[in-house]
Every structure is written in C-alpha cells, then in structure tokens.
C-alpha cells in the first residue's frame, strides 16, 4: 500500500486515509486528491449527441363529434361543449350496493318462524313414533277396563223451574195477635192475616219476619199482599208497611225496599244465591185512615208473603249480594203490578 506525505507536519500517511495520524491534517484520498481531466471543446460547437433510439413523436387524437349537433370537440372532452350531451359512451362509475341490514323486527319474525318450524317438526316426530293406539270408532261408547277404573260419572243437575218457593218455617218479632199469627203469611191464603199493634211498639222497634226454606234457593222475587181490594174499607183503616229491608244468610247486606199503599199485590225484584232462609224487617208504616167517621185502626195488618225463585244448583254456586229493581211509589227497590 503506497503511503503519502502529510503536506502540514510531514508525516507518512497511508492512501487509503483521509486524515493525518500525526497532526490530523485533513489529506484526502488518492481520488479526492487526484483531479479529473476537464472536456475540452471549441465554442459555437454542438456538443455530441447521445447514442439512443429516436424520439416517438405523438400520434395527434382526431376530435370527437356531438352525436346529437354534430359539433367538434376536443378528445378530453366528456360532453358536447355546445349542447352538453355525454360524448363518451363508457360505463359511468356506479355507486357500491348497500349492504342490507337486519333490523329487530326482522330477527324477531326469523325467530318466530324458526319457532313454528320447530313446534310442526316435533308433532310431526311425536305422530310418526308415538302412541300407536287407534282413535275411537265413530258411536263405539264401550269403555276400557283403564277408562272404567279412572272415569267417573257426575250426577245431572236438575234446576227447577221458576216458581214459589216451598217455606218451611215462618217466625215473627213480635208474634202477632190472638189466631192473626205469622203462619198465615206463608198459607198462600190472603184472605188470613198477619196482625202487629203497631202502635204499642216502642218508638224504632222492627217487626221482623223470619222465612225458612226446605233447602239452598235461588231467590228472584217476593210477591208482597196487604189487605185485598174487596174489603177496602178494613184496607184503608188498618196500618199497612211502607218500606222493609231483607237479607238473606248468603247476602247479610240489607237491602232496603219502599211498598206502596196499594191494596194490589206488589212484586218486589230482589234477589239471592243459594239461600236457606230470608229475613224481612219492616221499618216504617203507613198510618190507617178514618172512613166515614170511624177511626183508623191502630193495628198493621199483612196478608201474605209468596217467595219466588227455583232450586239451587248443586255446583258452581257462587254467593253475591242480593240486588233489587227500582219502583215503587216514593222510593226504590219495589216494582208495583197488579196481581192476575
């Protein structure tokens, strides 16, 4: 390797460094150091040309007629720059196809469906592999010895029709007068009668009627009779009642009703589920009358009391207040008819 002379201190220094490993001096290398030859030429010449193929001149583009006023166009051109219309005939960019998007009310049908896909699969694997016992003949009523051991036979009910009701016991508070006792309220006989001193009770004291039936009834109706019309002149000198309240042991909630002062027999709408036994308070009378010139009677007489209704039935009762329907004369609960 050839060595140099460090133009500062002297020194040797190697070709291949740049610097002097004595005093630092910056040397260079041998091809920093060495100058290139320059080109000579003599001015007004052209310099050399380059070997290569020649240049490609551009083909010139013919214009473009308006397919619609036939004018000319350059070849960028898109559209007519007379008329607008679209020269070029190529596929214009299209927008991407949205994607389609499964909203809740679509999951929710593909959910159901799937549901009765499902359901119509197992009745059909439940058909095809289940009991293989033949349905019943069309008028065949003979039982297997199993539906003979677990079946059972329900009783008919029979509801009787409407109609009055058979009453076992009538008892009275107070009593009644001498052979004008409670008994003949519930004889079917107005003829008899019921009698109370009215005026003897003390001021707010009821008369209560007490109506015992045979068994469970279904009451919708009580047929009231004061004194009949052909004795009027005892009608209208005795006492007669002007508005009761009833219960009954499946309904203890009184209902008040208003009578009026009629001799006619009055049907009193009221009504009870399943009932052994009524019970009538009377709470307020009309006074009696003076008819020519004898004084009113101070006693309040009743003819008789017919309940109308049917039998309860055996099942399913379900006990509900009794109801009653507005009529009457000066008040509510009663409806006034004329007796055939």
Same mark, same amino acid.
């Given at each position: 390797?050839?060595?140099?002379?460090?133009?500062?201190?002297?020194?040797?220094?190697?070709?291949?460094?740049?610097?002097?490993?004595?005093?630092?001096?910056?040397?260079?290398?041998?091809?920093?150091?060495?100058?290139?030859?320059?080109?000579?030429?003599?001015?007004?010449?052209?310099?050399?040309?380059?070997?290569?193929?020649?240049?490609?001149?551009?083909?010139?583009?013919?214009?473009?007629?308006?397919?619609?006023?036939?004018?000319?166009?350059?070849?960028? /051109?898109?559209?007519?720059?007379?008329?607008?219309?679209?020269?070029?005939?190529?596929?214009?960019?299209?927008?991407?196809?949205? =994607?389609?998007?499964?909203?809740?009310?679509?999951?929710?049908?593909?959910?159901?469906?799937?549901?009765?896909?499902?359901?119509?699969?197992?009745?059909?694997?439940?058909?095809?592999?289940? +009991?293989?016992?033949?349905?019943?003949?069309?008028?065949?009523?003979?039982?297997? @010895?199993?539906?003979?051991?677990?079946?059972?036979?329900?009783?008919?009910?029979?509801?009787?029709?409407?109609?009055?009701?058979?009453?076992?016991?009538?008892?009275? +508070?107070?009593?009644?007068?001498?052979?004008?006792?409670?008994?003949?309220?519930? +004889?079917?006989?107005?003829?008899?009668?019921?009698?109370?001193?009215? @005026? @003897?009770?003390?001021?707010?004291?009821?008369?209560?009627?007490?109506?015992?039936?045979?068994?469970?009834?279904?009451?919708?109706?009580?047929?009231?009779?004061?004194?009949?019309?052909?004795?009027?002149?005892?009608?209208?000198?005795?006492?007669?009642?002007?508005?009761?309240?009833?219960? =009954?042991?499946?309904?203890?909630?009184?209902?008040?009703?208003?009578?009026? /002062?009629?001799?006619?027999?009055?049907?009193?709408?009221?009504?009870?589920?399943?009932?052994?036994?009524?019970?009538?308070?009377?709470?307020?009378?009309?006074?009696?009358?003076?008819?020519?010139?004898?004084?009113?009677?101070?006693?309040?007489?009743?003819?008789?009391?017919?309940?109308?209704?049917?039998?309860?039935?055996?099942?399913?009762?379900?006990?509900?207040?009794?109801?009653?329907?507005?009529?009457?004369?000066?008040?509510?609960?009663?409806?006034?008819?004329?007796?055939?």
């Amino acid at each position: 390797m050839s060595t140099r002379t460090c133009p500062n201190c002297g020194s040797g220094v190697e070709s291949d460094e740049e610097f002097c490993p004595t005093c630092g001096e910056f040397v260079g290398t041998e091809e920093t150091t060495t100058e290139p030859t320059p080109e000579r030429f003599e001015l007004g010449t052209q310099p050399p040309a380059e070997s290569g193929p020649p240049p490609v001149e551009p083909i010139p583009e013919e214009p473009i007629a308006c397919s619609i006023c036939g004018t000319l166009n350059p070849p960028s /051109n898109r559209h007519c720059e007379e008329c607008g219309a679209r020269l070029a005939q190529g596929p214009l960019p299209t927008a991407p196809r949205p =994607s389609v998007q499964v909203t809740a009310g679509v999951r929710a049908v593909m959910a159901l469906g799937a549901l009765i896909v499902g359901v119509l699969f197992i009745v059909l694997l439940f058909q095809l592999f289940g +009991d293989d016992e033949e349905p019943p003949v069309a008028g065949d009523t003979t039982l297997t @010895e199993e539906q003979q051991a677990t079946s059972t036979v329900a009783p008919p009910t029979t509801i009787q029709t409407v109609g009055p009701i058979d009453v076992a016991n009538a008892e009275c +508070d107070p009593p009644g007068l001498g052979d004008l006792t409670c008994a003949n309220l519930i +004889d079917g006989d107005p003829t008899t009668e019921f009698q109370v001193d009215y @005026e @003897e009770l003390a001021e707010g004291e009821p008369i209560t009627i007490t109506l015992t039936f045979r068994q469970p009834m279904t009451v919708t109706r009580i047929d009231w009779y004061n004194i009949p019309a052909n004795d009027e002149t005892r009608f209208r000198r005795n006492m007669k009642a002007q508005s009761i309240s009833v219960t =009954s042991d499946s309904s203890p909630a009184e209902v008040p009703i208003s009578l009026d /002062n009629v001799p006619q027999a009055q049907n009193l709408t009221y009504s009870a589920m399943s009932t052994n036994r009524l019970v009538i308070t009377v709470t307020a009378a009309y006074p009696g009358e003076t008819v020519d010139g004898e004084a009113p009677f101070g006693e309040l007489a009743i003819a008789d009391i017919t309940v109308i209704g049917r039998t309860a039935p055996t099942t399913g009762i379900t006990t509900g207040p009794a109801t009653t329907t507005p009529g009457g004369t000066g008040g509510t609960g009663a409806t006034t008819t004329t007796a055939p």
